[in-house]
């Protein structure tokens, strides 16, 4: 079975500074037709999740583009180029094809 | 806008069994897979179950196979998840979500397992 490796597990970060999230797969996300199907979600306190990017980098509609993901075969990246106080929350990626999810990264505010 | 709204949550005692629903609005239903999602209190995201379009391929994670069944019925854009022999471990969240790739999600309904 595919396991996604999050890191870190918590995340304090300063209003207006970086944020970058970590996500390794233990298997290649590249599928046969030569995607590779790394999402990721947002889940604010209290709220459902709430995907933000697909296919590694596409962001979806209404997600500010202050948001960013990279990566290739079996590590990906989330960055937050200048977080706000809304951005807190814990962000999931997740294996496309497999459907699971990373444990998590609790985003706060220091 | 797409809505989805689950429905059918509660407490039920450990090997009871419990219905849920999914209704959808806001864009084609049977030209979608759908998805059940649920999250334990205080814990992550956990893959239950999905279904394809048609509702002709069904698949389950394997902590649920065998107890669990996820159906639709297109004409009535609703997603169900028909959940037998439940035990503690399946207190959870349950979303309802979008495709293969949870585009979009309800706001999920509470099942809590609990004598």
């Known amino acids: 079975d595919v396991v996604m490796t999050q890191s870190p597990l918590s995340l304090p970060v300063t209003l207006g500074q970086p944020a970058s999230i970590s996500c390794r797969s233990s298997?290649?996300?590249?599928?046969?037709?030569?995607?590779?199907?790394l999402n990721w979600f947002q889940q604010r306190p209290g709220q459902s999740p709430r995907r933000l990017i697909y296919?590694?980098?596409n962001r979806d509609s209404g997600v500010p583009d202050r948001f960013s993901g990279s990566g290739s075969g079996t590590d990906f990246t989330l960055k937050i180029s200048r977080v706000e106080a809304e951005d807190v929350g814990v962000y999931y990626c997740?294996?496309?094809?497999?459907?699971?999810f990373g444990g998590g990264t609790k985003v706060e505010i220091k | 806008e797409v809505q989805l709204l689950e429905s059918g949550g509660g407490l039920v005692q450990p090997g009871g069994s419990l219905r849920l629903s999914c209704a959808a609005s806001?864009?084609?239903?049977?030209?979608?897979?759908m998805s059940w999602v649920r999250q334990a209190p205080g814990k992550g995201l956990e893959w239950v179950s999905g279904?394809?379009?048609?509702?002709?391929?069904?698949y389950y994670a394997d902590s649920v196979k065998g107890r669990f069944t996820i159906s639709r019925d297109n004409s009535k854009n609703t997603l169900h998840l028909h959940m037998n022999n439940l035990r503690a471990e399946d207190t959870a969240v349950y979303y309802c979500?979008?495709?293969?790739?949870?585009?979009?999600w309800g706001q999920g309904t509470l099942v809590t397992v609990s004598s």
């Open positions: 997740m294996h496309g094809t497999q459907l699971t």
């Open positions: 979500a979008s495709n293969w790739n949870f585009q979009h």
């Open positions: 279904i394809s379009g048609s509702g002709g391929s069904t």
């Open positions: 298997q290649s996300l590249v599928h046969s037709d030569g995607n590779a199907y």
């Open positions: 806001g864009f084609t239903f049977s030209s979608f897979a």
């Open positions: 296919m590694v980098s």
